[in-house]
């Protein structure tokens, strides 16, 4: 089975004409649609159109329909009026980087209490045509508008698989975003048939969840770390907020690491508020067993606070900036 969401497929476009204004220009539409030779389905007051034809559509009903009471959608998703189209269109850039898969990683230093490397982040990022980057606050909300998050999130996981197999048997900590998986059985197997193709050793990988707090389908999250799971890999979560703030959900997930974020992590050393959310965080990863890991950290007296207080792992530029190359030994600053 093929996931057209997970790569990039033909956009569907389906168009809702509400009003009697709208309903009485229906047949104009069609009439007009199939004497430019573009393929129509119509299904009572909706129609179903190619990306060619959702162009011809707006353009030419402009002016003939009432805008308030016509709607799009792409791919199934949720509906949206459809003065928005425009800006799906604006996005068709984001289908080249994908299918070029202009993409590379960059590796950020993880080092336990010793400052030894533990492990590495990959980080995404982007180029354009002309080797310009793109910022990753730029591209995935492209990618959300046109309906591309799931085929980003897929070419991203195969990108990070193939720059961790130069890792060596160092972990690496995989970003993936559980509301781009629709089916862990399909979405997921391509990752793990690329990491068993490369050699890549399930223990090193570690599949990280971002925007933990925004996801609302918790069954569905553990599907997801239970397919992980039973192949043998870790994951982590990277903010566990107040949907996850139960120790019973969290024992029921199974972390193996919990992130706490930086916004809690820098200045931690001096703001007594941060300490008692560092303090409970901590409390809540040994209670399920997680090992907790605080990020961002940039100055060293937040690591040592946090060292002292039981933290085992740590991430930030105090300890290396995302980099093309992986930092092998660690130098430490004066800061």
């Not at 928005?84 to 993880?110: L, T």
Request: charge should be negative.
């Amino acid at each position: 089975m093929q996931c057209n969401s997970c790569t990039v497929a033909a956009i569907k476009f389906e168009i809702k004409l509400e009003g009697q204004t709208n309903l009485s220009a229906l047949p104009m539409v069609i009439d007009h649609l199939k004497r430019r030779e573009i393929d129509v389905v119509q299904k009572s007051n909706k129609l179903q159109i190619d990306e060619k034809g959702a162009r011809e559509i707006l353009d030419f009903c402009n002016d003939l329909l009432v805008m308030d009471k016509a709607v799009f959608r792409i791919n199934q998703e949720a509906w949206q009026p459809l003065t928005e189209m425009s800006k799906v269109f604006a996005m068709e850039w984001i289908d080249d980087v994908i299918k070029n898969e202009r993409i590379i990683c960059h590796y950020q230093p993880i080092v336990d209490s010793d400052e030894n490397i533990y492990a590495y982040e990959m980080l995404a990022r982007f180029k354009n045509e002309d080797g310009s980057m793109i910022y990753p606050n730029e591209i995935f909300p492209a990618a959300k508008t046109r309906g591309r998050l799931y085929a980003l999130d897929r070419v991203c996981r195969m990108t990070a698989v193939k720059y961790a197999a130069a890792l060596n048997g160092t972990k690496a900590f995989i970003n993936f975003i559980p509301t781009s998986i629709y089916s862990p059985e399909f979405c997921l197997r391509s990752t793990i048939a690329l990491s068993e193709k490369l050699g890549v050793n399930p223990n090193s990988l570690v599949f990280e969840v971002v925007e933990t707090e925004k996801v609302d389908d918790v069954d569905h999250l553990k599907k997801i770390l239970s397919y992980y799971r039973a192949r043998g890999f870790d994951y982590a979560l990277d903010d566990v907020g107040e949907g996850y703030s139960t120790i019973e959900l969290l024992a029921d997930l199974k972390p193996k690491y919990m992130k706490l974020d930086m916004q809690f992590v820098q200045d931690v050393a001096t703001d007594t508020k941060k300490q008692e959310i560092a303090k409970k965080f901590l409390k809540k990863a040994q209670e399920v067993g997680s090992i907790p890991l605080a990020e961002g950290i940039e100055i060293r007296q937040d690591f040592d606070w946090l060292k002292q207080l039981g933290y085992q792992l740590f991430q930030g530029y105090y300890f290396g900036k995302p980099a093309a190359t992986p930092v092998a030994i660690f130098q430490t600053s004066t800061t």
